[in-house]
């Protein structure tokens, strides 16, 4: 007996921690932990552990964390096999409340975290590289997290419908968001990188912040990347993008103004549908196409200016633009308009279906015949010839560091600012600018 007892303490040393519910463990050797604990395993809440854990040992914590009490974890003194996280980890840990990982972590596996429901806190070391897919999917109680700035990508759906993630900390070394990585988080403040260089399909939809600004040299030509974000007021997008991709904005209801860069030469399916708080739009001079449903029901919208090389409008491209007010087309050749598929033998354009057809269409001289004739263009009444058409395009993004005192500082919708503040997005000099002190 005397010896039996001697070899255990030999292999491991337990101490009690306040009451019999708390257990602080140090393994000799992996994969023990198991038979260390025991029948006391399900009742186990709280648990340090010390030494190098494998596989099974991971296994035996989740067997906890779903079947039994244990909510909290302390890893901070231990290692991981290899010095990963194994996939699947604490997949549905249920009962998971906090964990403390190894300072030697580098990896944390696809799904490790994933359906963890009561998950609310957790410390990611400054040593993780990799995180997998999936990783924090579906922890409605997560509410911040700040990423090891070693990271440089959040793949797919890392932090997928994470309903009460209010901040997260990104990368300073980011370079990639994965799709769906940051949807429906109701994250409130967000700052990207100036190292991001991709944004995945859906990946920030369904979020609260009000502003954000994309750096130049990061490409957004993934599928609804910004949509219902119900409080975006202002976004500034990269120079040098060609497109606005399909449903970018769509149901920002709260967007108010954009100025597109003067790169972009298409605008793609529903881009900002129903952004009906939607005041004004600044079109790149190099755009040619608008495509289906791009603006319809943005009914905030007053004045539409299309530049002279806009070629083509798609289907619904301009439907319940029940504020407008004027539209002006620079090009002598009317943009050709959708046409309908032919019904009882007529060809019908709805480009423009439910706009008021009396408003003043501004058209260059020589030029109203042409648009009168044209299907899509042939619904509205008043063309009127004129040679003066709105500027298009403010083209560039700048940081600018001038005097807040100059009085050259207005917000996206052209009211003067006295007092801009650092980190906001304005228009100085005819330059969306992103103010610092």
């Not at 980011?174 to 949807?183: D, E, F, P």
């Not at 399909?201 to 990347?225: M, R």
């Amino acid at each position: 007996m005397t010896r039996r007892f001697t070899l255990i303490l030999a292999c491991l040393s337990i101490t009690l921690l306040g009451h019999a519910t708390d257990k602080s463990v140090t393994l000799e050797h992996p994969g023990t932990l198991s038979d260390i604990l025991g029948d006391e395993l399900m009742g186990i809440e709280s648990i340090s552990i010390a030494g190098t854990l494998n596989d099974d040992d991971i296994l035996t914590l989740k067997e906890a964390t779903k079947s039994g009490k244990l909510a909290e974890i302390d890893l901070s003194k231990a290692e991981l096999a290899n010095n990963a996280l194994p996939n699947y980890a604490f997949y549905e840990a249920t009962r998971l409340r906090n964990i403390i990982l190894p300072e030697t972590l580098t990896t944390i596996g696809t799904a490790a975290f994933g359906f963890d429901s009561d998950l609310e806190g957790i410390v990611i070391p400054e040593s993780v590289t990799f995180l997998g897919e999936y990783a924090f999917e579906f922890c409605p109680s997560l509410r911040s997290a700040k990423l090891p700035d070693k990271l440089e990508e959040i793949p797919t759906a890392s932090f997928l419908q994470c309903h009460n993630l209010r901040n997260i900390t990104l990368p300073t070394n980011l370079k990639s968001i994965g799709a769906y990585a940051l949807q429906g988080d109701n994250i409130e403040t967000l700052t990207l990188p100036n190292s991001l260089e991709y944004i995945g399909e859906g990946a920030l939809q369904y979020n609260k912040f009000t502003e954000i600004v994309v750096p130049d040299g990061c490409q957004i030509d993934a599928l609804g990347i910004f949509a219902s974000n119900f409080e975006l007021e202002s976004i500034s997008l990269p120079t040098g993008i060609d497109c606005i991709p399909a449903e970018t904005f769509q149901e920002c209801i709260k967007l108010k103004n954009v100025n597109i860069p003067g790169s972009v030469t298409s605008i793609g399916r529903k881009a900002f549908l129903n952004c009906r708080q939607l005041t004004g739009i600044q079109f790149s001079k190099c755009l040619r196409r608008i495509e289906d449903g791009a603006f319809s029901d943005c009914s905030s919208l007053k004045t539409l200016a299309l530049p002279g090389e806009v070629e083509y409008l798609g289907e619904r491209a301009f439907e319940n633009l029940t504020g407008l007010e004027a539209i002006y087309s620079e090009s002598a050749t009317p943009p050709t308009c959708y046409i309908n598929p032919d019904v009882n033998h007529t060809a019908m354009s709805n480009t423009f279906d439910g706009c008021n057809a009396d408003i003043p269409v501004y058209v260059p001289y020589g030029s109203v015949e042409a648009y009168a004739n044209t299907p899509g263009w042939d619904r509205f009444t008043n063309f009127i010839e004129t040679d003066k058409f709105p500027e298009s395009g403010i083209e560039t993004t700048i940081r600018d560091t001038a005097p807040a005192g100059d009085g050259l500082y207005y917000d996206l919708q052209g009211r003067r600012v006295d007092t801009p503040i650092p980190g906001h997005l304005y228009i100085h000099n005819s330059k969306k600018t992103i103010y610092s002190e």
